[in-house]
């Protein structure tokens, strides 16, 4: 311990010297970071925490952009949701829809003709002993697939139809063609 104290003593005794004027930048020149690529500064940046702060105007402008895009978005989903018309046309033929399905509540017809919407394609009938649904469509000619929704759950093929199509789902649909000519039945 005592020749710590001598040596501490001398420290002290030691005349200030001033560095000379290079040191500085060499130490500074040896340390100096060599620059980040543009990726790895990106990175960086991006892995870097950050507060945000609102304003009360921001706030209320990002409300109101909210608000418009939630009302955009609901009117698009009830415009899906409206009924598909079947444009009108000369060459018409008309169709009769029609299942027997007594326990029934409610039966529409679903098909390539309306998008696959039941809502303005829902059948009537129903209330006798057989449950006779029926519905009568004008269809231009072509080649139409379709089924009946029943209970607004079940999809059932017509059972009188004569041609089937595999719907890719492991169902069945069934095929109606209309017309005579080749050309005219897609």
């Not at 507060?51 to 952009?65: G, Y």
């Not at 299942?99 to 529409?108: I, Y």
């Not at 998008?115 to 449950?131: S, T």
Request: aromatic content about 10%.
């Amino acid at each position: 311990m005592d020749e710590e104290l001598k040596i501490a003593h001398r420290v002290k005794q030691m005349a200030y010297l001033d560095p000379p004027a290079s040191l500085l930048p060499s130490v500074m020149d040896a340390i100096r970071k060599s620059r980040l690529s543009w990726y790895a500064r990106i990175c960086k940046w991006a892995g870097s925490p950050r507060s945000i702060t609102f304003t009360p105007l921001q706030v209320a402008a990002s409300a109101i952009v909210l608000i418009l895009c939630t009302t955009f978005m609901l009117t698009q989903f009830t415009r899906n949701n409206q009924p598909v018309p079947i444009q009108p046309g000369y060459d018409r033929i008309p169709v009769r829809f029609s299942l027997n399905l007594a326990d029934a509540r409610s039966v529409a017809v679903i098909g390539s003709f309306n998008q696959w919407r039941p809502q303005g394609f829902e059948m009537q009938g129903g209330e006798d002993k057989q449950g006779a649904w029926t519905l009568t469509l004008d269809l231009p000619e072509g080649r139409y697939e379709y089924a009946f929704l029943i209970d607004g759950n079940r999809v059932v093929p017509d059972p009188r139809a004569s041609l089937f199509q595999n719907d890719g789902f492991g169902n069945r649909n069934a095929v109606l063609i209309l017309g005579t000519e080749n050309d005219k039945a897609i």
